[in-house]
């Protein structure tokens, strides 16, 4: 098994479907719910333990969670009131490497996206299809993403580092 990629990379061709985009939300909206049982309880030992070798430990995982999600919010929101806006890349390596990603207690980025994806979830639940046809340019890969295909990223994001802390726990038999 690809420790880096536990549940394959994202690939998505084609149509997305309303039925889709419904599994893609509901993916959305209970992965802090997910995320919080997989940590409570953890020790900071254990949760300073990287989920592979050179990988972010889970506080690291948990911390960017949120500081993938909240970026990925404001995509959204710009695409929704601009014409395809050029979104702000973030250095995510580096921001995992802030005291707070490092130190900070991981219940912090918990209730963060709890309340994120609370927000996200209506606001995507409220959406049109011609809206979540609405796009934006990402400078550093040159792609046009449209809204639809960025929930179903965002539905894989979550489940992608979900499975990280599962994989590790279960390696290392903290289950």
């Known amino acids: 098994m690809d420790l880096r990629y536990p549940i394959g990379t994202f690939e998505w061709r084609g149509e997305v479907t309303v039925?889709?985009?419904?599994?893609?939300?509901?993916?959305?909206?209970?992965?802090?719910?997910?995320?919080a049982a997989?940590?409570?309880?953890?020790?900071?030992e254990q949760l300073d333990t990287?989920?592979?070798?050179?990988?972010?430990?889970?506080?690291?995982?948990?911390?960017?969670l949120a500081?993938?999600?909240?970026?990925?919010?404001?995509?959204?929101k710009l695409a929704l009131t601009e014409d395809n806006p050029t979104i702000r890349p973030y250095e995510e390596a580096l921001w995992a490497e802030g005291a707070d990603a490092r130190l900070l207690p991981p219940d912090v980025s918990l209730?963060?996206?709890?309340a994120l994806h609370?927000?996200?979830?209506?606001l995507?639940?409220?959406?049109?299809?011609e809206e979540f046809s609405r796009t934006f340019y990402h400078p550093?890969?040159?792609?046009?993403?449209?809204?639809?295909?960025?929930?179903?990223?965002?539905?894989?994001?979550?489940?992608?580092?979900?499975?990280?802390?599962?994989g590790l726990k279960e390696r290392k038999g903290w289950s």
Request: proline share 2%; glycine share 6%; hydrophobic share 40%.
């Open 140 to 166: 550093e890969s040159g792609a046009v993403t449209r809204l639809d295909v960025n929930t179903g990223i965002y539905s894989w994001h979550g489940r992608h580092h979900l499975a990280h802390i599962r």
């Open 38 to 44: 997989e940590v409570n309880g953890l020790t900071d």
């Open 67 to 76: 500081d993938s999600h909240l970026n990925s919010f404001a995509r959204f």
């Open 111 to 114: 209730r963060l996206l709890a």
């Open 124 to 129: 995507l639940q409220s959406l049109s299809d």
């Open 19 to 35: 039925e889709q985009r419904k599994l893609w939300i509901q993916d959305i909206e209970v992965l802090p719910s997910l995320l």
């Open 50 to 64: 990287p989920y592979r070798e050179g990988g972010w430990t889970i506080r690291q995982v948990v911390h960017h």
């Open 118 to 122: 609370e927000r996200w979830a209506f």
